[in-house]
């Protein structure tokens, strides 16, 4: 390794949504492979969830790249969505990973993410996870649609080009291994057997904080159970109200749409929140105060 290793999480301000759809998070790939090219930075790992994405870098400093990643996705954002302002927090949270035993179990912590979520039941079938392109073959790789990149291929929302011996898919998206450290990974772990019984099992911590959970549900409390993801709800609602945007929607017509998702999904307020980027009790509040609303109405008719 040339450079030290780093463990990189962005979260969205308030825990609200920063991908509204599958198009956002396969741009965001896209940037992630551009520009870890131009700065010099090797991406080891990622996850990317509606209101958070985790890396595994290796460079002797990161700020640089994460600052121009979330320019350039933040202008793609704006375009797209028609917004204003940065996407996600200003901050975001950094750790030096100085040892084997740290750097496997953030590696470990990075993939399964979205499975200690209750996202996905397990990596592999997390699409926005870089879990599935390890121990592959190079076979396995010329089974899928791709062709070079080639020159002048300029990446789409922005000015930079895309390496020229990158590979896209058959969409016109980078191919994650085109970036991927994928041998670094392969090394830490060593053979695919270890590699997906570690990932596939939940490690003593992450176990304690299940029991913990398990500890909540039987005080009473309603844990959260995803059933239709953050995503998923974010572009059916984006469906069914295009060509409007989020960004143009009015306090009512939200309350409403909320209201409606509540009754026809299996979805949580919380949820609804991360989505609309509003504080859960105040959307809460605005749903129950409608909900109540209609049923008085109901009432007077009847």
């Known amino acids: 390794m040339k450079g030290k290793l780093w463990h990189v999480c962005v979260q969205g301000n308030g825990g609200q949504s920063i991908f509204l759809d599958k198009s956002d998070v ?3 790939i896209d940037l992630l492979g551009v520009y870890s090219f131009y700065y010099g930075v090797k991406i080891w790992a990622y996850d990317i969830l509606s209101n958070h994405f985790h890396l595994i870098l290796e460079c002797e400093n990161p700020q640089r790249f994460i600052h121009a990643l979330r320019i350039s996705y933040s202008k793609y954002y704006q375009t797209v969505h028609n917004t204003i302002g940065s996407v ?3 901050g975001y949270s950094i750790g ?5 035993e740290k750097l496997v179990e953030k590696i470990i912590y990075v993939i399964r993410n979205s499975v200690k ?3 996905y039941p397990h990596s592999f079938v997390d699409p926005y996870n870089s879990a599935k392109y390890y121990f592959l073959s190079n076979h396995e790789d010329s089974l899928m649609t791709l062709k070079p990149a080639g020159q002048r291929c300029k990446l789409s929302y922005s ?4 390496p020229e011996h990158y590979f896209l898919d058959a969409n016109g998206n980078i191919y994650p291994r085109s970036f991927l450290k994928i041998s670094s990974i ?3 772990f060593g053979t695919y057997d270890n590699y997906m019984r570690l990932i596939t099992y939940p490690s003593q911590k992450e176990s304690d904080e299940q029991q913990k959970n398990k500890d909540i549900l039987n005080s009473g409390v309603e844990p959260n159970f995803v059933k239709v993801t953050d995503l998923q709800l974010s572009e059916l609602i984006l469906k069914q109200i295009r060509p409007k945007q989020f960004s143009s929607l009015s306090e009512v017509e939200i309350v409403s749409i909320a209201v409606l998702c509540k009754k026809r999904y299996p979805v949580s307020v919380r949820q609804l929140s991360r989505v609309f980027g509003i504080p859960e009790s105040t959307l809460r509040m605005r749903m129950g105060r409608q909900t109540r609303s209609a049923a008085q109405e109901e009432i007077s008719d009847f």
Do not use: A, D, T
Request: hydrophobic fraction near 40%; glycine fraction near 4%.
């Open 26 to 28: 396969l741009h965001f």
């Open 88 to 90: 996600g927090r200003n």
């Open 96 to 100: 030096l990973l100085n040892s084997k």
């Open 117 to 119: 979520h209750q996202v």
């Open 159 to 162: 000015e930079k080009i895309i």
């Open 186 to 188: 392969e090394k830490v």
